[in-house]
Every structure is written in structure tokens, then in C-alpha cells.
């Protein structure tokens, strides 16, 4: 690739995956977009790591995400599955058939009302049956001139959006969709619903040869691969093919990173059926205990309180007014901590690999880490970083987003924080002269300076990285209007403009290798302990046997012990 990228492929395996994958491939596209003229200093992220480049039939050039998305048979509404920007009427072919035909045409899904608006901004369909983008930013350059008035920006209503598909904005590879047909998204039957149910799938020929197949496509085109990021619903059966996945990935690509998101929905209650929690239950724990085996690092992600039966409240950001019940809203958020916590391995310059990463972080066999973020980051008018610092206190600066609990007092063994989107004059004191310094983080001369001697006071016996960017975490539209009292550029303000939608934001993210997760792996394995696998015999049906649940408890507790430390820094 073009400046020496270090490619990544993104693997997204299941619906709720979708809905972040969407929104964080939805950023990804509003960073690409921004002016050349625009006040945040381009070129700090390479797009090139997650994006290639490639040519219609018709010699379009295109810039499409480097992406394989499984999902399952009716899951796509109205996206078609080899997308939109490779279509070619050519191919309906004369038939030579000269004996009676019989056509079934299949109602097709309305469009949502959002994407007909962005595809009229954007193309148009040709006479000769030929998809004409307008403008398909390469990364290369500023995005082509034009003095046509942009269309004003359109959030998707939450009632409007019922699949993941219903706000991408983003054109996809012909071989970026492979749908899983034996199973359905909607209704009770034929459903994917337990670990061993996804194992299977990628056993199959059929599966297996259709995934290898992508895989080699964009694989063979790549001079750096530096890896693989799985986005994977770990609550469903797709933990049990994205395990697989995971095993099928480090066997043949051995020496690259492959780094896992296991993502869970919003909260969930008691009150729903019993078969759903301890499913859910038991996938999450074969999910993480499986996924961490093939994996160079595995960390959930959830809004919830808790991985286990009981529900705990979901997360609150105090900048944020969010529906936990709805997907949208908290893939939106996920995404946004994802595409911050990611930033180390996407850098143009200096970037640190997903191998160097994961070897950071997981240490001693602590493959499995914890993120959290704080969006936005909490910055106002005429206030510095060690201002902003200082007025944290000892406090844990991020909202918590693996589903461990309270972080507070727990030991973080290593960690990686990046924090985005400060304008450089706000990154060190601005006292004047002869005025005594608050704080030691007053005294440094540098925004990089002032972050790690802060994450050295908060956790002094921790392994850090830090990065500092001046480029903020783009939240236009379709992104939800979930954020108060914030201009359009995501700063501080006492009274938000009226109607206006936030651009870009300011964000402090963090993956932790913690303690926490001593105490969470823990009372997972205590809670399996409780179930009685003859009681759930469809599970078992699956492919999993009371064996297997009886080595998941060993490896569930030998990866707690590794997390094992004080429970109190102060001790």
C-alpha cells in the first residue's frame, strides 16, 4: 500500500457487531470527507491501514473498507449483498433456455428514508446501468472541489432504524458480505443461538471455503498485513463462530496480531425468558475463555453493569443522555471508544503494531484487557489539560465499558490510553509568569508530557502508552444527537446552540489489563458452576457436552488467577 500502511482486516461477526461496525465505519468515512482546510491537522491516522483501493468493471476507482461481514439470512433489509458500487447490468445475460420459465420475485425491503437521502447527495444511477459516486475520497488527497451546497445533515429517527444496514453510509467490497443462510435473524425458528451452533458453521465446506476465500482475496493484496480485528457478538452463537474464526486465522496466518472486541448488547432483565440469560451466560464464558486461546488480545464490550445474571445498571456519562435499550445508540458509543482505543496501530507516523500492542498488554497470559472511555472528554472554555487533569482528582477518569464493575481501587497492570481531539494551545498550562505552578502537571512543557506523568500519579506501578492527537472523533450524522451543552465542535458550553448537530468530539480512551478482572472471571466461573446443562438440553444439542463445561471452569479460573493482586492500591 501506498506510504508504507500496515494493512489491518476488520472481521465482523453478527448483528449487534454490525451496528458498531457500522457506526465505526460511518467515522471512519466522516474523517476521510473533512476539508483539506480544516482546522484539525490532517494526516495523523492512516486510512490506508483499514481501506483499499480498486477499480469497477467500468474503471471507477474506489475506496472500500478492507472488511469480511457474516451475518444471517434476512439481516440486510434493503443493502443488497454484493453492494452498490460494483454493479453491472451486463450481467443479465440472454438466456439460450427456450422452455417455459417460471420467475419468484421477492417483495423488496423499502429503503430507509435516511440512506435514499445520502445516496441522492452522493450518486446517481446512469442510463447504462452504471453507479456514478460524485466523490469516493481515496486518502490520498483533499476531496475533489466542488461548489454544489452539501445537503443539511440527516440523523435517522430511532424508530427508523431496525437493522444495522438502515444508516451505513459506507460502500461495500463485493466480497466484504457473506450471509449465513441456514439461519435467521428474524423469528423464533432456525436461530442462532449457542456457542457450539456457530463452532459448526465454520465447519461446514461450504462456510469454511466461502471465508478462506475472502480471507486470500484481501489478504494477498496486502504488503504489510500487521493483522486482524474481530468484532464479534459474543451473547450469541456467533461467539462460537467467531472462536473459530480466531483458530482458523492464527493457524494460517501465524506471527500477525488478531486482536477481539467481544461485543454484548444493552442491558437485559430478569424478567425475560431463562433460556436467554443462561445462553447468553454460557456464551459469553465459552466466547472469552475460547476467543483468548487463538487471540493476541481479547476485550469486551458493553454498557451493562455485569457479564453475569444479574443486571446491574448500565454506564452513565455525564455528558451523554443515551437509551441503553437501543442498539443504535449504544453501538454508537462502543464505536466511538473503539475507533480511540485503536488509534496506536493506526498512525501514520509511529505507529505501534497490534503484535507491540498486545505484548504490552498482556503480559503473564493476561490476554484479556478492559477498555473505557471518556466521551466527551470534559474540557471547558478557557481550562488546560492539567487543569482538566487535576480537577479528575484521584479518580478513575474513564466510564468503565467491559461490564467489570467498579474500576476503583483495583490494580491496572499495564495500560493504553489515547486521548483526541484538544486544540494544542489547551495541552499545557498557560499560567503567567511568576504564578506558583497547582500542580507538577503545570510544570511540563508538552501535552505528551503532562498525560504521562498523569497516568504515572494515577497508576505508578503500571506499564503505560500514551498517544495525544489533535484529531477529534467525528459524531456527524447518521451518529445519534446524543451530547448536551456542546458546540459543534464538541467543546464546553453552558447552553448547547439550538438545533445544531455535533461534528466532532474530544475523547479519552483506555484498554487496562486490571485486576477487575480477577473478580469478574471469577464470579463467571461461579455462576457456570450453578448450571445444570441437562436442564438446557438444546445447548447440548449444539455440540457442547457437560465435559466441556467442566474444562470452560478450569480455564475460566486459571484466567482469573492470572489477574490476581491487592485489591486496593493502598494496602
Not at 467490497?173 to 441456514?182: D, E, F, T
Request: net charge negative.
Amino acid at each position: 500500500m501506498a506510504g508504507g500502511a500496515r494493512e489491518v482486516l476488520t472481521l465482523q461477526l453478527g448483528h449487534f457487531a454490525g451496528f458498531v461496525g457500522a457506526h465505526w465505519w460511518n467515522q471512519q468515512d466522516a474523517a476521510l470527507r473533512e476539508p483539506a482546510d480544516a482546522k484539525e491537522t490532517p494526516g495523523e491516522l492512516c486510512p490506508d491501514v483499514l481501506y483499499r483501493t480498486g477499480r469497477t468493471l467500468h474503471g471507477q476507482e474506489t475506496y472500500t473498507p478492507r472488511l469480511i461481514l457474516m451475518d444471517l439470512k434476512g439481516s440486510l433489509s434493503s443493502l443488497k449483498q454484493e453492494g452498490g458500487l460494483y454493479r453491472d447490468t451486463q450481467q443479465d445475460a440472454a438466456i439460450a433456455w427456450e422452455g417455459k420459465l417460471t420467475t419468484h420475485t421477492e417483495e423488496l425491503h423499502p429503503k430507509n428514508p435516511y440512506l435514499q437521502d445520502l445516496l441522492s447527495a452522493e450518486g446517481v444511477l446512469c442510463s447504462d446501468g452504471v453507479w456514478r459516486v460524485k466523490s469516493i475520497p481515496s486518502g490520498k488527497g483533499p476531496a475533489p472541489h466542488t461548489t454544489a451546497t452539501p445537503p443539511k445533515p440527516r440523523i435517522p429517527t430511532e424508530g427508523s432504524i431496525q437493522v444495522w444496514s438502515d444508516f451505513l453510509r459506507v460502500h461495500l467490497h463485493p466480497r466484504s458480505i457473506c450471509m449465513i443462510q441456514k439461519y435467521n435473524h428474524d423469528g423464533e425458528a432456525s436461530r442462532l443461538k449457542a456457542f457450539g451452533q456457530g463452532e459448526s458453521v465454520l465447519k461446514e465446506p461450504r462456510y469454511q471455503e466461502e471465508l478462506e476465500d475472502r480471507l486470500h482475496f484481501y489478504v494477498e493484496e496486502c504488503d504489510y498485513l500487521q493483522g486482524f480485528q474481530i468484532l464479534c457478538d459474543l451473547h450469541d452463537g456467533f461467539s462460537g463462530l467467531g472462536a473459530k474464526a480466531s483458530e482458523l486465522l492464527r493457524d494460517e496466518y501465524t506471527g500477525t496480531g488478531i486482536v477481539t472486541w467481544g461485543l454484548l448488547p444493552g442491558p437485559y432483565s430478569l424478567r425475560q425468558e431463562p433460556q436467554k440469560n443462561i445462553y447468553r451466560l454460557l456464551n459469553t464464558a465459552f466466547g472469552l475463555v475460547h476467543l483468548s486461546a487463538h487471540s493476541s488480545l481479547v476485550c469486551p464490550l458493553s454498557l451493562g453493569g455485569s457479564l453475569g445474571l444479574r443486571p446491574e445498571p448500565p454506564v452513565h456519562f455525564p455528558h451523554l443522555h443515551y437509551d441503553a435499550t437501543l442498539p443504535f445508540h449504544c453501538s454508537a458509543i462502543l464505536a466511538t471508544a473503539l475507533d480511540t482505543v485503536t488509534v496506536p496501530y493506526r498512525l501514520r507516523s509511529s505507529p505501534v503494531s497490534m503484535a507491540q500492542l498486545a505484548d504490552m498488554l498482556n503480559f503473564s497470559g493476561k490476554k484479556v484487557v478492559t477498555a473505557g472511555a471518556t466521551i466527551p472528554f470534559p474540557l471547558v472554555p478557557n481550562q488546560s489539560l492539567p487543569d482538566a487533569l487535576v480537577q479528575l482528582g484521584g479518580a478513575t477518569p474513564w466510564t468503565p465499558l467491559s461490564a467489570c464493575g467498579d474500576p476503583s481501587g483495583t490494580r491496572c497492570f499495564a495500560q493504553s490510553v489515547v486521548l483526541r481531539g484538544l486544540n494544542r494551545a489547551c495541552h499545557t498550562s498557560q499560567l503567567p509568569p511568576g504564578t506558583p505552578a497547582p500542580s507538577v502537571l503545570h510544570t511540563c512543557t508538552t501535552g505528551e508530557e503532562v498525560l504521562a506523568r498523569y497516568l504515572e500519579q494515577q497508576q505508578p506501578a503500571a506499564r503505560s502508552s500514551s498517544h495525544l492527537l489533535l484529531t477529534p472523533c467525528k459524531v456527524a450524522p447518521p451518529y445519534p444527537h446524543l451530547f448536551s451543552s456542546l458546540s459543534q465542535q464538541g467543546s464546553g458550553l453552558d447552553s448547547p446552540p439550538s438545533g445544531a448537530a455535533v461534528d466532532s468530539v474530544p475523547v479519552l480512551g483506555a484498554l487496562c489489563s486490571s485486576s477487575s478482572l480477577d473478580r469478574t472471571l471469577g464470579d463467571l466461573a461461579k455462576e457456570l458452576t450453578k448450571v445444570d446443562l441437562r436442564r438446557w438440553a438444546s445447548f447440548m444439542e449444539a455440540g457442547v457436552e457437560q465435559g466441556d463445561l467442566e474444562e470452560l471452569l478450569h480455564e475460566l479460573r486459571s484466567l482469573a488467577q492470572c489477574y490476581q493482586g491487592r485489591d486496593s492500591l493502598t494496602d
